[in-house]
């Protein structure tokens, strides 16, 4: 090192103790700010774990011997395609009750 360096006049310790002390309120800052991202990070990913609420227990009765070809579900309605005795049936339920709405017959045209 050269020996040519010159101590710091009073005005300017106080600019760098300034100056210091800025970059530690922004250092603290930023760390927090990070922290807190991490923890509602953490805490949605710990959340997502839990079960949905569960549905009260339905049923929906089909006769005997069908054949469910296809499901769909949309709009609160749970639609089944089904086989019956050779002929195909849309049957559509309630999402949450699982009772009838709807049934259509489709049939083929000779």
Do not use: C, H, N
């Not at 805490?43 to 079960?51: F, R």
């Amino acid at each position: 090192m050269s020996d040519d360096v010159k101590p710091l006049d009073p005005a300017q310790m106080q600019a760098l103790a300034r100056i210091r002390r800025f970059m530690m309120i922004a250092s603290v800052t930023t760390f927090i700010a990070i922290a807190v991202v991490f923890g509602v990070i953490g805490y949605k990913v710990y959340k997502s774990g839990d079960a949905a609420p569960a549905l009260p227990a339905a049923e929906a009765t089909l006769p005997p011997g069908a054949k469910v070809l296809s499901s769909a579900i949309g709009d609160r309605r749970l639609v089944l395609t089904v086989e019956i005795a050779g002929s195909v049936e849309l049957r559509s339920f309630d999402l949450e009750t699982l009772r009838p709405i709807a049934r259509q017959r489709l049939e083929t045209k000779p």
